[in-house]
């Protein structure tokens, strides 16, 4: 069996853009109930999301474009209607927001016809884990020929923060001599990604183009749930023993 197998959803989408000029703002709202193990009512969650972004192009002349943009995203979680309200255990047993607010600026340089220069850098600020991170990309693409264009890209990335990595609180399992739960972590250090590639386009005719790239990946602070003993149970006497699930960064590259 997977996870896809029990999971249900239902949901409704709320967008708005707006472009003037060179402005661009857009807000959407997510907002619906899903359900981890189907219709079983402590596995239910409601959840709402917002998010909201707003750009400026900026051209100086026809070889430099600047463009600054603004973005901010708030998500809430709630399923104490499915668990504490009716007397059962669930998934988070609480209702819990998260927010992360962005602010980049993207630069785009044609100093000659042949060479183009795109730079972007990107700031993330994230409640939980609470620290700003830093990403970037830098593209270089230079036309060798009418038909060949050669270029080198850099770059790092990272994920997002997650809902269930950050609040879980679930009672997997308890009695008299075993008790595991699954926990969260607030303080997980990001899924970092850094790429080097170089690569070339080549239009070998009217109808074909090739593109060869070599290209290096890197990927660092992967997380997982981890079991920790607590407490080291015994029969005699009756000691119950405890495990925590808790999601933790790994020593994985």
């Known amino acids: ?30 907002k619906g109930r ?8 402590p596995y239910n969650y409601d959840y709402h999301t917002w998010d909201g972004y707003t750009d400026y192009n900026l051209k100086f002349g026809k070889k ?3 463009r600054p943009s603004f973005s901010y995203q708030h998500a809430t979680i709630d399923d104490t209607p499915y668990s504490i309200a009716v007397g ?11 927010y992360n607010y962005a602010a980049s600026l993207k630069a785009d340089y044609a100093p000659i016809k042949s060479l183009r220069v795109i730079g972007a850098i990107r700031a993330d600020k994230f409640q939980h884990p609470d620290d700003t991170y830093l990403s970037y990309q830098g593209i270089v693409t230079y ?16 994920t997002g923060s997650f809902i269930q ?17 699954a926990l969260g972590n607030k303080n997980l250090d990001l899924l970092q990604n850094e790429i080097l590639e170089l690569g070339y386009k080549i239009k070998a005719g009217k109808h074909l183009s090739i593109d060869a790239s070599v290209f290096r990946q890197r990927y660092s602070n992967f997380s997982t749930a981890v079991t920790n ?25």
């Open 1 to 30: 069996a997977t996870n896809l197998e029990h999971l249900s959803n239902s949901s409704q989408n709320h967008l708005i853009k707006v472009e003037a000029g060179n402005f661009t703002a857009q807000a959407s709202l997510i």
């Open 34 to 41: 899903l359900g981890t193990y189907g219709h079983a009512t």
């Open 64 to 66: 430099l474009s600047l």
């Open 88 to 98: 059962l255990e669930g998934v988070f047993n609480n209702k819990a927001s998260m």
């Open 143 to 158: 036309r060798t020929h009418e038909n060949g264009i050669i270029r080198l890209l850099c770059g790092r990335s990272y």
């Open 165 to 181: 990595s950050t609040f879980l609180n679930w009672t997997l399992y308890e009695d008299p001599f075993f008790k595991m739960r």
């Open 229 to 253: 003993v607590v407490a080291e149970g015994s029969i005699v006497p009756l000691q119950q023993a405890e495990w925590d699930v808790v999601y933790e960064n790994i020593a994985l590259e």
